[in-house]
């Protein structure tokens, strides 16, 4: 049995994607051919490519994998991890902050702050952790945690990674 976890790009940047690639092509295909054209259309295509780019994840029970595939400018990444070593599902809240000053002649800040929730594999102490996705949503990474926990016959545990120096 196997579950895929995708990291697409939506349509829109497929379109950006196509566009950008679009728009370089013609750039290199005016009779005048300076450097900095060239190097716009170089970047621009460059950029359209990575929009292009793929990451999927898959978990294969019958043979105890999990399996990462990156697609990065018509190259293909492959890492096999053996799920062996994680017998824990977990979800770590994180803080993700923003934060823009302005100098001018007035002086403002402007902060923002976001929570991710980031769903791992841990082992049995808790000190190696695989990511498996994150989400903006508790509801959505519980969901996501539980299909997991069910696929695999991990227990959805709570992260606390337990102290192993010496005193």
Excluded: W
């Excluded at 970047?43 to 697609?71: A, C, P, R, W, Y």
């Excluded at 809240?93 to 823009?100: A, D, F, I, V």
Aim: glycine share 6%.
């Amino acid at each position: 049995m196997k579950i895929r976890l995708g990291f697409f790009f939506p349509n829109g940047g497929l379109l950006g994607g196509f566009g950008s690639i679009a728009f370089a092509i013609g750039i290199l295909a005016t009779k005048e051919i300076t450097i900095l054209p060239a190097s716009i259309s170089i970047f621009l295509i460059l950029f359209g490519l990575t929009f292009f780019s793929t990451k999927t994840l898959s978990i294969d029970k019958d043979q105890n994998t999990l399996t990462e595939v990156m697609f990065v400018l018509g190259f293909t990444f492959r890492t096999r991890i053996e799920l062996k070593e994680y017998c824990y599902v977990t979800i770590i809240r994180q803080l993700y902050s923003m934060k823009s000053r302005s100098r001018a002649t007035l002086n403002t800040d402007n902060e923002r702050y976001e929570y991710k929730y980031d769903l791992f594999l841990v082992n049995k102490y808790h000190h190696n952790k695989y990511k498996i996705k994150s989400y903006n949503k508790i509801e959505d990474a519980k969901k996501q945690a539980e299909e997991i926990s069910t696929l695999l016959y991990f227990d959805i545990v709570k992260f606390d990674p337990v102290r192993t120096r010496k005193k």
